[in-house]
């Protein structure tokens, strides 16, 4: 028998939707999913997502303020139906999803507004919570914020690795896992392809 560990994967997904829209593909999460699981024992995924308010999706989209109301209403409820049947989509595959509204404040030294949905206290929270029901944590991000996190899990007796981008991926990161895995050499399994 395989010596596998029993796996809790967090998936910072504003953190890989930056990233990979540079980069011109995006992960499908059934794909992920089943590789996850043929590399773990047990896999629980917890995807950490953003949707917008009213004034963040009008403020990062300034050119429908130029449309008449009911218009603008349609293009938003479009927008939320597109987010939603997502989240429903990733939730039917049982990864568990948190959402978080996202803030936009005004950055006066740019004269633009700037966008905030930062999940990283979720995440936190979530791998302190579940701390006994995982034996290998997998971060799904290259932020180097979750260094202190992973060296923490680290000292309990947990296998830290990380799979991100490599062009994003925090050199604190690097010290701070047993593993990195960078996306782009698992393109070929978990790429969405419509």
Known sequence: MENKPKAMVFVDASNYHYGL??????VDYQKFLKWLNDRN??????YYGSIHSEKSFFDSHPEYQKHPQATKIQILKKYREDANKFFKKLKSF??????KEVSSIYDNTEGR???KCNCDVELTVDAMDKIGDYKEIILCSGDGDFARLLRYLKNKGKIATVISIQERTSFALHKAANNIIYLNKLKPLIEFAP
């Open 21 to 26: 829209n540079k980069l011109g593909w995006k």
């Open 41 to 46: 024992s047990a896999v629980t995924v917890f």
């Open 113 to 115: 507004y700037k966008l």
């Open 94 to 99: 049982g990864i568990i999803v948190r959402e």
